[in-house]
């Protein structure tokens, strides 16, 4: 669960922590850390070697949900991640998609994968990343991914900043 839980979705809420994530400066080294908030403890920010991810919106609870209500709760999240990916889009240019399917299956096979996939799968950021880059006139690539862990969690919509390209990893 995130701090974010409850909010509404907005995408010039979601634009402007984006931003403020750009300005924030990246961590230079050390390990990745989830951070929570003081008082709940849900997350709010994750930390690696260059680079930094946060929750954007988080949906209801999907416990004892079943479809079609399942489905609509699905695709209201992939609509939030599409709306955002189309503002982006226009600020940025055209995204390029990132499919998380090899470190997952690398991940799940115990086979090391890099920190900043590492940071989104203890997330359960199981979703493939939507990226632009470089952006903003410096080295810093951006990404957006929604995603849950199982059918009872609920959809966290979240968004990285990176220090270094964020690629797909060669196939398994």
């Known amino acids: 669960m995130t701090a974010r839980a409850g909010e509404a979705f907005t995408v010039a809420g979601a634009l402007a922590d984006i931003d403020a994530l750009l300005a924030r400066p990246l961590p230079t ?9 003081p ?13 930094r991810v946060v929750p954007l919106w988080e949906g209801d609870p999907l416990t004892g ?31 390029r998609a990132v499919p998380l ?9 115990g086979a090391a994968v890099e920190p900043l996939f590492d940071a989104l ?6 979703g493939d990343l939507t990226v632009w880059g470089p952006v903003g006139g410096a080295d810093r690539w951006v990404g957006a991914s929604v995603g849950h862990s199982d059918g009872d969690a609920p959809m966290v919509l979240a968004a990285l900043v990176s220090g270094r390209p964020v690629t797909a990893p060669d196939a398994w």
Not at 29 to 37: F, Q
Not at 65 to 91: F, G, I, K, Q, S
């Open 101 to 109: 399917h090899v470190p997952m299956f690398r991940r799940q096979e």
């Open 65 to 95: 949900v079943y479809a079609p209500e399942w489905n609509d709760l699905t695709d209201a999240a992939e609509a939030h991640l599409a709306a955002l990916v189309e503002e982006l889009d226009r600020r940025w240019g055209p995204h």
């Open 39 to 51: 008082e709940t403890g849900e997350w709010t920010t994750t930390g690696g070697d260059g680079f």
């Open 121 to 126: 799968f203890d997330q359960d950021l199981y």
């Open 29 to 37: 080294s050390g390990p990745t850390a989830a951070e929570g908030d």
